[in-house]
């Protein structure tokens, strides 16, 4: 499984938008971008996935460029309830087992 | 649509005794995966279960640690003889029935796991 880098923390003020960027050098051909959100005393919850390009949904967008060797969660207008822990994974499509990394600890104030 | 269940929530040990952790999928969920978090860690990964079957154990310790996932009833993680380094909060996911299992995951909200 690919290893994944990503900052250990990042601060933002309410409406603006946040990106976080994982690094995946070792990506293999047959793997996926997911990430997870967590808050404190949950488990995690699963936000969004892409192999490629952009992808968007009603939380995030994910942005993957050609050579697939990082992407960059972008969570728009964020507010105080987007604080919690973001985790970057790489996972070959025919397995379930995720390695989660330290996440990225994001923390909106008014 | 019920969400991944887990219980207990809270389950304190004292060192020596055992401990039954319990996890009820989503419903068509025939997939289900544990995770341990230590305190201010990421999770890692224990055990992948299909129904009466052990996909994946790698991560899991190689004493004292077992899974099961029967064809009726919830998937139990159960540890024996517990130790002070067990606790923990321990996750349990599930996602429906695709081949090789799934990298989006339903996550139960966790039990945490308290050895005194």
């Known amino acids: 499984l690919a290893k994944t880098t990503q900052p250990i923390s990042m601060d933002s003020y309410e409406g603006q938008e946040v990106n976080i960027t994982c690094s995946h050098n070792n990506i293999a051909t047959n793997d996926y971008i997911t990430w997870y959100q967590q808050f404190p005393s949950q488990g995690p919850r699963f936000i969004i996935q892409g192999y490629k390009t952009k992808v968007t949904n009603e939380v995030a967008s994910l942005f993957i460029p050609a050579d697939r060797k990082s992407s960059t969660l972008s969570l728009p207008r964020v507010s105080l309830s987007d604080t919690a822990v973001y985790y970057c994974l790489v996972a070959s499509g025919s397995w379930g087992k995720l390695q989660f990394g330290a996440g990225t600890q994001v923390v909106v104030t008014p | ?116």
Request: glycine share 10%.
């Open chain 2, 1 to 116: 649509n019920a969400g991944v269940m887990q219980n207990p929530r809270h389950l304190v040990r004292r060192r020596g005794q055992e401990a039954r952790l319990r996890c009820s999928p989503m419903k068509g969920h025939s997939h289900v995966y544990w995770y341990r978090q230590l305190p201010e860690e990421g999770l890692k990964f224990m055990v992948y279960l299909q129904k009466e079957n052990i996909i994946d154990e790698s991560g899991m310790p190689k004493e004292r640690f077992s899974a099961e996932f029967p064809k009726e009833g919830p998937s139990i993680l159960r540890i024996q003889q517990v130790v002070r380094g067990d606790s923990a909060a321990y996750f349990c996911a599930s996602s429906p029935p695709v081949a090789g299992g799934s990298y989006e995951q339903y996550f139960g909200p966790g039990t945490r796991l308290t050895v005194t």
